[in-house]
Antibody
Framework: QVQLQESGPGLVKPSETLSLTCTVS??????????WSWIRQPPGKGLEWIGY???????NFNPSLKSRVTISIDTANNQFSLKLNTVTAADTAIYYC?????????????WGQGTLVTVSS | EIVLTQSPGTLSLSPGDRATLSCRAS???????LAWYQQKPGQAPRLLIH???SRATGIPDSFSGSGSGTNFTLTINRLEPEDFAVYYC?????????FGQGTKVEIK
């Protein structure tokens, strides 16, 4: 059974960098055919795709966030991470990590439980 | 960027009713890569349908997806109490992947 678990600070100050890690169990982040993704959801609002990464280094990001986002994979610890710099209150959201399977044909078939990140001084 | 518009915003129905949810795309969705998700309060979304009409593993056959191009539909036959939730469509045929704004299915 594949499980994903987000971790990281729940409070970030404006203009600083939001950093989250997703720990994967039951699957390997360097297995072929899987993309590792981040999605966010402002409280009470809809879902926004942030981006995904393949273990070989291939990445794809939402253009609206691309200039501020980094996604990386740590194969030694079977984790992947999100960094979002220069945050503002508009970045307050529940952040989910999720898996895309079958080379992109099966989107977000497994999700973490989500972690709320609040941007506030 | 493909914009997805879901309708209606809220659907008020009774258990046992059929729910019909619409998702319209601003341009054709490549390879009919259109998915549907269910989200309950305090939970992560759950994949229901991918490829417009393929049910995900473990999803009951009361859920069905249809459509192609720019018009897609999620149908829920015989609503069960646990089906009352918010439903989102996602297009993943063209980056950036985009979600619709959601349809809430509430108990009438």
């Amino acid at each position: 059974q594949v499980q994903l678990q987000e971790s990281g600070p729940g409070l970030v100050k404006p203009s600083e960098t939001l950093s989250l890690t997703c720990t994967v169990s039951g699957a390997s982040v360097n297995s072929g055919g899987f993309f590792w993704s981040w999605i966010r959801q402002p409280p009470g609002k809809g879902l926004e795709w942030i981006g995904y990464m393949y273990y070989s280094g291939s990445r794809n990001f939402n253009p609206s966030l691309k200039s501020r986002v980094t996604i990386s994979i740590d194969t030694a610890n079977n984790q992947f991470s999100l960094k979002l710099n220069t945050v503002t209150a508009a970045d307050t959201a529940i952040y989910y990590c999720a898996r895309v399977s079958n080379w992109g044909s099966l989107p977000f078939d497994n999700w973490g439980q989500g972690t709320l990140v609040t941007v506030s001084s | 960027e493909i914009v997805l518009t879901q309708s209606p915003g809220t659907l008020s129905l009774s258990p046992g009713d059929r729910a019909t949810l619409s998702c319209r795309a601003s341009q054709s969705v490549g390879t009919n890569y259109l998915a549907w998700y269910q989200q309950k309060p305090g939970q992560a979304p759950r994949l229901l349908i991918h490829g417009a009409s393929s049910r995900a593993t473990g999803i009951p056959d009361s859920f069905s997806g249809s459509g192609s191009g720019t018009n897609f539909t999620l149908t829920i036959n015989r609503l069960e109490p646990e089906d009352f939730a918010v439903y989102y469509c996602l297009q993943y045929g063209s980056p950036p992947w985009t979600f619709g704004q959601g349809t809430k299915v509430e108990i009438k």
